[in-house]
């Protein structure tokens, strides 16, 4: 077959596939609910006007009339968060810039009509033109549109289970909110009795006025913690509300009023930055943008000269009548743009998509670390005060109040040990609070998310990297 013919099958195929390019709403989407099944067991769905937009409403409808627990949370916002359909809408964006990679330009057609001014006739020009590079960079187009299809797959994914972890968060603030209230209630409960107390001794004569003050004071202070911590609770219980985008009477629901005690299991600490940096979704992304810097560069470097060539076939009626039919062509005369602009910009563009993606590794290890840390610190926060600081405060209760049965003390003495272990119980609280919230963190970065990397609409860079960059597993260490 000679290379003529070669030539001629080659374009007549890219015609058809370009001929034959279409939208399909939804494309990717399967991968993506694929992924989320595997990394978190949840389940995710594309509210379209389909028959299993019904059954994903029922569900919702279904997880709402029980207490809710925090998987329970996290998958109603996953099928009802609108801002998340929202991101949805994505992968269709970026299957149409495929189709529009996969489609030549449109032939120009034109035309001219011409008057002899002495009366001798009409002369007409008719033209049809096509791009003729277009042809060639097609394929080049189109690899670069699917790495962009499935670097959006990548961020859509991402921005899946950064919301599942926003949400677990949301409902670990809440339930350690309402747990404070009740100790902050007790506290007042206390302060309030000492109060009392001491108003009565007061009116006995025993104390001053000074005393008096000082406990309704304590007592004042007390009773403002406590409605912070009652406005505390309205505030975090809309954020989650926000999150599983409830409203109306879907707000009614009810949540345990205490946090979990601490597990005996933790995720393992080995290799946490390899195990992080391999299932990180924004890394993965910021591969696929080098991959597409990279294109944009193959693209620009051998048509930056002559990318507005155009080909075509023009006919002109003469003066006298006659036709005469002949090749056109359309080639810019490089003097002033040589293209160096465009290369230059490609160019920068791959090594400022490698340096963010070095800095995204590097910024994730430290995140996986730190995370872990976090937890780790809680976890001995939240041992320390359940084995040692709780007793403690127990005994001395005990003890205060065989003291006072004996008449060795006052009254005083006794309340002021009963708010010392209510205190030593919000401590306890917020050591708890702090471990689950970092638990949650770790494990959102070891499932692949971690909103607080990303840095812009496209994210960051990527590419083939060498085994000791901080974006490989084993990073050199």
Known sequence: MSRTTRTSLAIIAILGLSACARMQPGLGFDDVRQSIADRTGNRIHWDSGSPQDHEAHAAIDSLLERELKPDAAVQIALLNNRSLQAVYEELNIAQADLVQAGLLKNPIFGGEVRWDTGGGGTAVVLDVSQNFLSLFTLPLRRGRATAV???????????????????????????????????????????????????????????????VSN????????????????????????????????????????????????????????????????ANLGLAADRR????????????????????????????????????VGPSVSVPIPLFDQGQASVGKARAELRQAAQRYYAAAVTLRARARAAHASMQSARDRADYTAQVLLPLREQIVHETLLQYNAMQIGGFQLLQARRDQAEGGARYVESLRDYWLARARLEQILAGGDAAIESGPMRRSSSTQPSSSPGSANGGH
């Not at 919301?163 to 209630?185: F, H, K, N, P, W």
């Open 215 to 278: 406990e309704r004071a304590a007592a004042e202070a007390a009773r403002f913690d406590l409605a912070a911590a009652e406005a505390d609770i309205v505030q975090r219980r809309e954020v989650l509300n926000e999150r599983m985008g409830l409203w109306g009477d879907l707000t009614a629901w009810t949540t345990p009023t205490r946090l979990p005690p601490v597990p005996s299991d933790n995720p393992a600490a080995d290799d946490i930055e390899s195990r992080a940096v391999e």
């Open 149 to 211: 299809f499935e670097a959006a797959k990548l961020r859509v994914t991402s921005a899946v289970l950064d919301l599942a972890g926003e949400t677990r968060e949301a409902y670990i603030d809440l339930v350690a909110a309402e747990q404070l209230r009740e100790l902050r209630a007790t506290i007042l409960e206390s302060m309030s009795a000492s109060a009392d107390l001491a108003h009565r001794l007061y009116d006995a004569g025993n104390i001053p006025g000074l005393d």
């Open 289 to 324: 943008a080098i991959e597409i810097a990279a294109r944009d560069l193959r693209i620009a470097k051998p048509f930056a000269l002559l990318g507005e060539t155009d080909v075509g076939i023009a006919a002109e009626r003469e003066l006298d009548g006659g036709w005469s």
